[in-house]
């Protein structure tokens, strides 16, 4: 079954999407690149922390505790393939099972052990991500930077076509051209995200991302993933309290039938 993002499951028809585009800022990316390199020389830590940080918000949206998000992994096993020019690249599922006291800094672990696994065994071909896709979320990280030409400065842009391959949606963790500032785009499936709520689901991540710069050992559960705004709509949706004068029991019962006998 199809994953429910904040109760909608997403549409395999739609490849629409829409993409926001949110700046970490510098205070966020230091902290994040300093507890990567703190973490040892595991391959790609940083991509390890923002997958698990994935994850852990998928759960808090969806309630589920089992996901595989898609993410790129190179596709150059065999000597013939090394050799081959031109760009291969492949999204392969990553699996993980969020246990009930699962941790930020736990939760990290299992990524990079299942990420470890999958480029040592994974045979997923380019054709299963359209025919038979094993994933509802893809994930990516990006560092391009191109040096001058001709004496002129280059400079990346990526320009989004407003269509993806129908995921829930993505979230791609890029730093073009070094700037040192993480960025993240987050495309959203049109048929599960408005406006309102594409708005509402970035602040929700980078409530996360910020509530584990605090504390990486608290429970991924604990972190209020709500802003102030959103509290209060949902207690004066809930504000069904009615007045009511003092009387009995018996007296509540009969003015009643009176009004409808």
């Given amino acids: 079954d199809l994953a429910r993002f904040y109760g909608k499951p997403p549409s395999r028809a739609v490849t629409e999407n829409r993409r926001v585009s949110c700046s970490l800022g510098a205070e966020r990316t230091r902290n994040l690149r300093s507890i990567a390199t703190a973490a040892g020389s595991s391959t790609f830590p940083l991509l390890n922390i923002f997958a698990a940080l994935v994850f852990a918000y998928l759960h808090r949206i969806s309630g589920n505790r089992s996901f595989a998000i898609g993410t790129t992994f190179h596709n150059r096993r065999s000597d013939s393939l090394k050799e081959t020019f031109g760009l291969l690249m492949e999204a392969v599922p990553l699996w993980v099972e969020i246990s009930e006291d699962e941790t930020f800094v736990s939760l990290i672990n299992k990524v990079g052990s299942e990420s470890y696994a999958g480029r040592r065994h994974c045979r997923y071909s380019p054709g299963n991500a359209l025919s038979n896709r094993a994933y509802e979320v893809m994930i990516s990280y990006h560092t391009y930077s191109f040096p001058p030409l001709g004496g002129l400065p280059v400079r990346f842009d990526w320009a989004h076509l407003g269509m993806g391959l129908n995921e829930g949606f993505c979230l791609n963790l890029q730093d073009f051209d070094g700037t040192g500032n993480l960025t993240i785009d987050f495309d959203f499936n049109g048929d599960v995200f408005d406006e309102r709520q594409c708005r509402y689901a970035t602040h929700h991540f ?23 705004e959103e509290k209060e709509s949902l207690l004066t949706f809930n504000k069904t309290e009615v007045p009511l004068a003092p009387a009995t029991v018996g007296q509540v019962f009969e003015a009643q039938v009176g009004r409808t006998p």
């Avoid at 980078?206 to 102030?228: G, H, K, M, N, Y």
Wanted: net charge neutral; hydrophobic share 50%.
């Fill in 206 to 228: 980078l409530r996360l991302v910020d509530a584990f710069l605090r504390d990486r050992t608290q429970s991924i559960d604990a972190p209020c993933l709500l802003s102030a």
